[in-house]
T-cell receptor
C-alpha cells in the first residue's frame, strides 16, 4: 500500500505571496491532518479534515486554510506569507480519524524569503 | 495554557542499555497520550494511551500512562542503533474540537 504523499517537497516563496500544498492520503483513509514543524515551536496542529469537512482545528490564524476533496486528497493554503511561516509542513492520514493513530507523509519544506 | 513537557531533551546511551523517556502534560479536557518516533521527517506512530495504569507493549518498547500524576513514560529495552531518533509525545485534548499538543521531543542517540 502506498504511503502518504506530499507535493511539492520543497518550496521557496517570497513574503506576501500565497502557497498551496497538497497531500494524498493512504488509500482508504478518509481523515487528513496538517501540522507545522519548526525548530522553535516544534510540531503544531493546524487542522483535520474528514469526509471533506473540517472537523478539528488548532490555533492558527485565518491565513492558514485547507480543504479536502471527494477522493480524500487535501490541500493546505497559506495566504500573505510571513517569514515565520518557514517550516516543515507535515500531513497525516488515518482511517478512523480523530487524531489517534496517524500515518505521516514526508513533508513539504517551505522557505519564505 | 496547555503544555506538554518531555525530558530529557537529549540522551546518549550505548547499545544494549535500557532507556526511559518522560512526558508530562497539563492539558484541559485531556483525552489520550500518544507517542511517535521521528527519524528523518515523517513521525511514525508507536502508542496511544487512554487508560491509566495499563501498559502497552510492542517488542522492546513499552509505555504507560498515569492520569493522576499527569505523565507518561516510554521504555526501550536492549537498545539498538536503529532506535536512534527523536521521540515525540502528544496530548490529545478537546470536547467537540480535538487538538494535539506536542512536546518538544527527546533526541535519543544509541552508540554502538
Amino acid at each position: 500500500k502506498a504511503g502518504v504523499t506530499q507535493t511539492p517537497r520543497y518550496l521557496i516563496k517570497t513574503r506576501g505571496q500565497q502557497v498551496t500544498l497538497s497531500c494524498s492520503p493512504i488509500s482508504g483513509h478518509r481523515s487528513v491532518s496538517w501540522y507545522q514543524q519548526t525548530p522553535g515551536q516544534g510540531l503544531q496542529f493546524l487542522f483535520e479534515y474528514f469526509s471533506e469537512t473540517q472537523r478539528n482545528k488548532g490555533n492558527f490564524p485565518g491565513r492558514f486554510s485547507g480543504r479536502q476533496f471527494s477522493n480524500s486528497r487535501s490541500e493546505m493554503n497559506v495566504s500573505t506569507l510571513e517569514l515565520g511561516d518557514s517550516a516543515l509542513y507535515l500531513c497525516a492520514s488515518s482511517f478512523l480519524g480523530g487524531l489517534g493513530e496517524q500515518y505521516f507523509g514526508p513533508g513539504t519544506r517551505l522557505t519564505v524569503t | 495554557e496547555d503544555k506538554v513537557v518531555q525530558s530529557p531533551l537529549s540522551l546518549v546511551v550505548h547499545e544494549g542499555d535500557t532507556v526511559t523517556l518522560n512526558c508530562s502534560y497539563e492539558v484541559t479536557n485531556f483525552r489520550s497520550l500518544l507517542w511517535y518516533k521521528q527519524e528523518k521527517k515523517a513521525p511514525t506512530f508507536l502508542f496511544m494511551l487512554t487508560s491509566s495504569g495499563i501498559e502497552k507493549k510492542s517488542g522492546r518498547l513499552s509505555s504507560i500512562l498515569d492520569k493522576k500524576e499527569l505523565f507518561s513514560i516510554l521504555n526501550i529495552t536492549a537498545t539498538q542503533t536503529g532506535d536512534s531518533a527523536v521521540y515525540l509525545c502528544a496530548a490529545m485534548r478537546g470536547d467537540s474540537n480535538y487538538q494535539l499538543i506536542w512536546g518538544a521531543g527527546t533526541k535519543l542517540i544509541i552508540k554502538p
